[in-house]
């Protein structure tokens, strides 16, 4: 078992998600919007205590062992869930999946929070490669496979919370390909006068 651990942004805070997640968690993943293109494994309408339950015999159970699940947090609001990073080891393909809040939207923010937990992966976690997924059509989650590196691989037929999305994208990042983006990036900063 991995502690899990914790990290920090420009912006967020990055924190093993808990119970004490639990009102902020449902505040903003339950939002037809945020879930819809999520896989049909999700229920919608999503129910009552369905946060709850996940929290408590799919994440906690596991958390550090073969799954790995970071509660997004805004620097200025550092006690509010207003979203997730989970990273687990078996793919299904993919080996991540994320959502935040809508009011967080269009901020670059799980760009964000995504870049720690590949470095973690990489570099503690012994990962030689990620594979990632996403409903065609979703835009957003796309720009973030695409702004850290990630390489289009196929698309596949897939079933989501949204009935009239029928196939996925998926996505590959070798660590070779992060390293050399992480380089990249290093060399490429201005620090600011």
Not at 20 to 35: R, S, T
Not at 82 to 107: A, H, K, M, S, T
Not at 169 to 187: G, I, P
Request: aromatic share 12%; net charge neutral.
């Amino acid at each position: 078992m991995t502690k899990v651990p914790s990290f920090e942004t420009a912006r967020l805070l990055l924190k093993p998600v808990t119970l004490g997640d639990l009102p902020g968690y449902q505040k903003y993943f339950v939002d037809y919007e945020v879930i819809r293109h999520l896989s049909d494994a999700v229920p919608w309408p999503y129910p009552d205590d369905g946060v709850r339950f996940f929290l408590e015999n799919v994440i906690l159970p596991v958390q550090g062992k073969d799954r790995w699940v970071w509660g997004i947090f805004m620097k200025t609001n550092p006690d509010e869930l207003i979203g997730c990073v989970d990273l687990w080891r078996e793919g299904r393909p993919e080996n991540r999946g994320f959502w935040l809040g809508r009011p967080f939207w269009g901020q670059g923010l799980i760009t964000e929070a995504v870049e720690p937990t590949i470095d973690y992966a990489f570099s503690h976690l012994g990962f030689e490669k990620l594979i990632f997924s996403n409903a065609l059509g979703n835009t957003r989650s796309r720009r973030v496979k695409e702004k850290t590196g990630a390489r289009l691989i196929g698309t596949r037929p897939a079933k989501f919370v949204d009935p009239g999305l029928s196939e996925a994208e998926t996505w590959e990042l070798q660590k070779e390909d992060w390293d050399r983006l992480k380089a990249d990036q290093n060399k490429n900063f201005k620090p600011p006068r």
